[in-house]
């Protein structure tokens, strides 16, 4: 405990860097919290799929229609703008959002949760960052 003291009563200024980044960090992850988006991978996206969640796919049925992740359901944005309950009823589920490239699934994300849907994820990077990982798509 001793050797600690010193270190930090001889490095201040790495200590200070060292609190001003985990600082910044805690501000970071608080703002992206109030905000209610919570983005995540496509390995994360995977692992949530796995265990049960529902693919919210918030694309145009003709883009939908040209491919898809695995039983991913088919709920446009102007839907989800326009209706109380647009999923019906699976406010008890885990949901993630998936579009192109991963700016209007988190929009749909937030507008779920205001909704009353707790458990909403949108995938980082849409089916563009999907498909750089090399995950499969039906069409």
Known sequence: MGRLAEF???????IAGLLASWAALMVYELRMKSRGLTHVSAADAVRLINKGALVIDVRKS???QS????NARNVELAKIQSEADPIHKQKNKVL?????NGAT???????LRKAGYPS???LKGGLTGWRAENLPIVK
Do not use: D, K, Q, W
Request: proline share 3%; with cysteine; aromatic share 6%.
């Open 8 to 14: 930090v009563t001889n490095h201040p200024l790495l």
């Open 62 to 64: 003709e883009e939908f």
């Open 67 to 70: 491919g898809h992740i695995v």
């Open 96 to 100: 993630l959002t998936v579009c192109a």
């Open 105 to 111: 699934s988190g929009r749909a994300a937030m507008l």
């Open 120 to 122: 909403v994820f949108s």
